[in-house]
């Protein structure tokens, strides 16, 4: 079952709802496919965790926050490789990236996730792993380590 969380986004997003809901009509998919309206955050997190793989096929992306949620779940992600997507989604270890938003690579890389259950595994524990360097916590470590760096490189050259 194919199950579409969330809502329009960008200048076409309406448009492209529509077009989607019409597709199902036409093809008479309404027992394949749900349309979910948009859910608070703290709801995401368990869709997050049923999907066996979540796709962003997104035209451009700044940062990724749903690519994000969903490795740090435990999720493969197939995503477009475009923007912040490019450096969390590892392609071919949490998931795959595919250029030019090319609809039969997006199915490829959805069918294989979907027909090899123990790559989807592999895949979903690997992204939570890189999901992890996201963290507030990893965060502050990280800057921690930069600022003791820089203060040792002070007291070296201005001893």
């Known amino acids: 079952r194919l199950v579409i969380v969330g809502g329009a986004s960008g200048s076409t997003g309406d448009g492209e709802v529509e077009r989607a809901h019409e597709l199902v009509d036409e093809l008479g998919l309404h027992d394949q496919v749900v349309f979910v309206e948009p859910q608070p955050h703290h709801i995401l997190s368990t869709y997050y965790r049923a999907a066996d793989v979540v796709v962003v096929p997104s035209r451009s992306e700044s940062f990724g926050l749903v690519a994000l949620e969903a490795a740090a779940c435990g999720t493969p992600v197939v995503a477009s490789a475009v923007g912040g997507l490019q450096s969390l989604v590892d ?11 090319d609809p039969a690579e997006f199915a ?33 470590a990280r800057l921690r380590r930069l600022y003791a760096d820089l203060t040792a490189r002070r007291l070296v050259v201005g001893h």
């Open 91 to 101: 392609d071919g270890d949490t998931g795959y990236l595919i250029p030019d938003r």
């Open 108 to 140: 490829k890389a959805i069918a294989r996730i979907l027909d090899e259950p123990l790559l989807a595994d592999a895949m979903g524990a690997a992204a939570a792993v890189r999901a992890s360097r996201y963290t507030w916590a990893f965060a502050a």
